[in-house]
């Protein structure tokens, strides 16, 4: 099940990025940072009394001018009402309420999304709590204090987001059709594919309007099985603003991969793959999602015998952290391959949901270490003593040591190769868990 995405929405200056930081960057939450995405993160995953979320900082460039503030909170809180399901509205306490507060808490009202209001900058409960209860004005429920350079209140604020969630859980637990996300840039051939998937079954085709994102959910028979595909076509924004454009793809591309069992990453073959590209596709991996990689317009590619090996070999090379992802060469315009990415879509489901027996990997790991020793450090040598799969989606395993500190990176992938080697797991991403246990008598 996908985790629930929460948006931070608010003007300038009221401490939007103080808020994100303190929620991602303590004990609160567990941050990795996607290979790739160096820039500015502007999502973390966090973790608040044992239940995830995707927290998003919609925050951006500043502008200068006051007819231009309005307008740029408006595409903000546009994209937040568009893509989370639990919105949390900033507000200054130390500036008041002011007309781009009461504007935007007006676009909230209208969307129906559950919208936790956040009052920042109360230092003192005593000496601001008079100019919080200015908020209640917005009527969009009760105001939160909270100070986030502080720390302060975020408790109360928490759990106030977290009780929001249950509704989405159980939308989503009743659908079980697989979902395929299609990422990637702007123009690359998204659309394009889905309209080619639904015209080449002259099926009726319904679509439902994703519940709670604006990314449209399509519905696909191939085959007589049934999948729901979630096109992220909308990432190009008016804005002409390259940072934003890129944030807000960003945003939406977060969404739709939490939502998907399978992310179908586009790739424009007459560009070859981009930084953004590898940024994307970063996302996914971080996720531990299912990856197929589709290199479209492949039909405008003149070709010889090398080149398919030659993007093959580009594209490996860039997103060298993914080596198990999935490379089909298609075509939206004309449908070349199609059947072709649905069999690779199918393999990588079955995959995510593997489960190999303990034995067997228990087995695999006795042979792994004789044949390669483990690492040893100042005369202590590693001993690994049991391994198990404890989840799938994606198949996650537990190896026991002796000390998790000499469970160096580059075993682990010793390790996961030959797991791989018997297994396949093609076209998704293995997780490995360490866990110290002393040694035997």
Not at 49 to 66: H, Y
Not at 78 to 101: E, H, P, R, S, Y
Not at 262 to 283: F, N, P, S, Y
């Amino acid at each position: 099940m996908s985790k629930p995405i929460v948006a931070i929405v608010g003007r300038p200056n009221v401490g939007k990025s103080t808020l994100f930081n303190a929620l991602a960057g303590e004990n609160i939450a567990i941050v990795k940072d996607t290979p790739g995405v160096t820039r500015d993160r502007i999502y973390a995953d966090v973790e608040w009394l044992n239940v995830n979320f995707t927290l998003i900082d919609t925050g951006g460039i500043e502008p200068d001018s006051s007819d231009v503030i309005l307008s740029q909170m408006r595409e903000q809180a546009q994209i937040a009402i568009d893509t989370a399901d639990v919105i949390m509205f900033m507000v200054d306490c130390k500036q008041g309420l002011v007309d781009a507060d009461a504007k935007v808490a007006d676009m909230l009202r209208r969307s129906h999304k559950p919208v936790v209001l956040v009052v920042n900058k109360v230092d003192s409960y005593e000496k601001y709590i008079a100019d919080v209860y200015e908020f209640y004005n917005l009527g969009i429920g009760d105001p939160y204090p909270i100070s986030a350079s502080n720390k302060q209140g975020l408790g109360d604020m928490l759990d106030q987001v977290i009780a929001h969630f249950e509704l989405t859980e159980i939308n989503e637990e009743e659908d079980d059709r697989p979902r395929v996300a299609i990422v990637g840039k702007p123009n690359v051939g998204k659309s394009s594919l889905v309209n080619r998937i639904i015209g080449e079954n002259r099926l009726i085709v319904s679509d439902i309007a994703g519940t709670t994102r604006d990314a449209v959910d399509t519905e696909v028979v191939w085959n007589g099985k049934e999948y729901v595909f979630i096109d992220t076509a909308g990432l190009r924004r008016k804005n002409k603003i390259k940072e934003e454009l890129e944030r807000y793809s960003i945003i939406r591309t977060v969404t739709a991969v939490e939502r998907a069992d399978v992310v179908l990453i586009m790739i424009d073959a007459v560009e070859g793959i981009t930084e953004q590209d590898a940024k994307i596709a970063g996302i996914a991996h971080d996720r531990g999602k299912g990856i197929v990689i589709a290199v479209n317009k492949w039909d405008a590619i003149e070709k010889d015998d090398k080149t398919v090996y030659k993007y093959t070999n580009d594209i490996r090379q860039v997103l060298s952290y993914m080596p198990y992802a999935e490379i089909v060469f298609i075509s939206a315009e004309t449908g070349q391959r199609l059947q072709r990415l649905f069999d690779t879509i199918d393999m990588v489901l079955e995959n995510q949901s593997l489960r190999v027996a303990t034995g067997v990997l228990n087995e695999i790991m006795a042979e792994a270490v004789a044949m390669q020793q483990p690492p040893s450090d100042k005369g202590k040598r590693l001993k690994l003593y049991y391994i198990t799969q404890v989840s799938v989606k994606p198949p996650t395993f537990v190896v026991f040591v002796n000390d998790r500190q000499l469970m160096h990176f580059s075993y682990t992938r010793y390790l996961e190769n030959k797991i791989r080697d018997t297994f396949g797991f093609k076209g998704t991403s293995l997780k490995f868990i360490i866990r110290e246990r002393k040694d035997r008598e």
